[in-house]
Each structure stands twice: as C-alpha cells, then as structure tokens.
C-alpha cells in the first residue's frame, strides 16, 4: 500500500515562498496522480494542484495558478509544491494525496493521504 509523507511547512511572511515535499513510497511511483489538497481551520478541504505522473500533465485551482507549481522528482520518488507571493489566506494545513485513478479537484475520491504540513502566512 502506498504511503505518503509530507514535509517543508512552517511560517513565512506575506510576500514569501515555500517549498513543500511529498514522498511517495510502497508502490511504483509513476502510477499515481498526485494532488496537493489545503485546509484552513473551519473550512473544507480545498484542491490546490494535481500532477499525472503516467500522463505527465498538471493543473492547479484559479486561485494559486500564478503562485504555486507542482513538479516531481521520478529518482526521489517525492512531488514538490512550490509556493511563491504567498498571502495570509495561504494559511492551512496542506496535504499530498495519491490515486491511481485520473486525478481530481474532489478530495473524497483519493484513497491515500499524507498527515499534512502545516503553513502559515503572516501579515
């Protein structure tokens, strides 16, 4: 069973970047789509970008596009989720998760979750 561990979050000032880590283990890497998914406290779990790694494809939510990518390393089995111009609103807990499905804005439908990074953006 794949296993995802996410790492990188901590706190940054307004205008700042972040790089956050998701490594992938238990089962062959390029299987998977590979999405990063934010919760802020009181609110739902929002996607924020998604990576193919059979179909090699990326797309990302409207509100982050210009900021944030997403990439993978294939040697070191890990996505990474660079943040750039980050705002207070960044501020969540963010979280990698896997399917071997195509992947999706919808967290319900990803079977494997990471425990979160959490990010924190000051004013």
């Known amino acids: 069973q794949v296993q995802l561990v996410e790492s990188g979050g901590g706190l940054v000032q307004a205008g700042g970047s972040l790089r956050l880590s998701c490594v992938v283990s238990?089962?062959?890497?390029?299987?998977?789509?590979v999405t990063w998914f934010r919760q802020a406290p009181g609110k739902e779990r929002d996607f924020v970008t998604s990576?193919?790694?059979?179909?090699?494809?990326?797309y990302s939510a409207d509100s982050v596009k210009d900021r944030f990518a997403i990439s993978s390393d294939n040697a070191k089995n890990t996505i990474y989720l660079t943040m750039n111009s980050l705002k207070p609103e960044d501020t969540a807990l963010y979280y990698c998760?896997?399917?071997?499905?195509?992947?999706?804005?919808?967290?319900?439908?990803?079977?494997?979750w990471g425990q979160g990074t959490q990010v924190t953006v000051s004013s």
């Open positions: 990576i193919s790694l059979s179909l090699n494809y990326t």
């Open positions: 998760a896997a399917t071997l499905k195509r992947g999706s804005r919808y967290p319900t439908l990803y079977p494997y």
């Open positions: 238990g089962d062959t890497f390029n299987k998977y789509a």
